[in-house]
């Protein structure tokens, strides 16, 4: 009979070791295939980062360059958005495309890749407000980004494509505030990364004897 209740109890704590292996088990099946997509966002991610810099980079270059080449044709664009004092119109026009010609160069080369993102995206979220100041006040104009601008005649704006297309080069730049490293980077090169130390191995515990004192 004691024999019996010993393998009855044997038999229960065998299957509760066994439940116990296999929810470890299926825990970490799913700790896997949880950290699979991380991983593979992690090894895509300085790709994609790559991408959105030059993006953002020739943007601010094809926008900057006929800007730079009639300087008096910026002015009077910036002038004919109405927002800015008369004394700082000359200012921003002038400074702008320097800019954005500094902001497409360091991204193109990837030096202060954050930063640069950041600056990309207050700039650009300037240019969304005033084109959308430009239809809450009436006035009819074309919006200039490359450097010229004028009057147009009544619903032939084109401010929601100008917002829109303003939206989507924010989408780089928000990448690249989230994820600011990236291949062939200039940042990469001045500042790498340092070497992973490498984890120190825990000791093992040996394993408690089995079987108690003997008991007389």
């Known amino acids: 009979m004691t024999s ?9 704590t065998g299957g509760q070791v066994a439940a ?3 929810a470890a088990s ?18 895509a991610a300085p790709w994609i980062s790559l991408a959105a810099r030059l993006l953002l980079g020739a943007m601010w270059l094809f926008y900057c360059l006929p800007k730079l080449g009639t ?11 109405q927002i800015l004092p008369g004394g700082m119109v000359n200012a921003f026009a002038y ?4 800019v954005e010609l500094a902001l497409g160069l360091l991204a193109i080369a990837g030096l202060g890749t954050r930063l640069v993102a950041g600056l990309s995206a207050l700039l650009l979220l300037t240019y969304i407000g005033g084109i959308v100041s430009l239809g809450a006040r009436g006035i009819h ?9 004028g009057q147009v005649a009544v619903g032939r704006t084109r401010y929601t494509m100008d917002v829109l297309r303003d939206l989507a080069y924010l989408v780089p730049a928000a990448w690249l505030l989230w994820r600011p490293k990236s291949k062939f980077s200039a940042d990469a090169l001045l500042l ?3 070497a992973s130390a490498a984890p120190v191995p825990t000791p093992r515990r040996s394993a408690p004897a089995k079987g108690g004192p003997s008991r007389r």
């Open 4 to 12: 019996e209740r010993g393998t009855a109890a044997g038999n229960g």
């Open 141 to 149: 104009i074309t919006c200039g980004c490359g450097g010229s601008g």
């Open 26 to 43: 299926a825990q970490a099946e799913a700790g896997s295939a949880a950290a699979a997509p991380r991983s593979a966002l992690a090894g």
């Open 71 to 81: 300087p008096d044709a910026n002015v009077a664009s910036v002038r004919n958005f």
């Open 20 to 22: 116990g292996k296999g």
């Open 192 to 194: 790498p990364e340092p």
């Open 95 to 98: 400074a702008q495309p320097y």
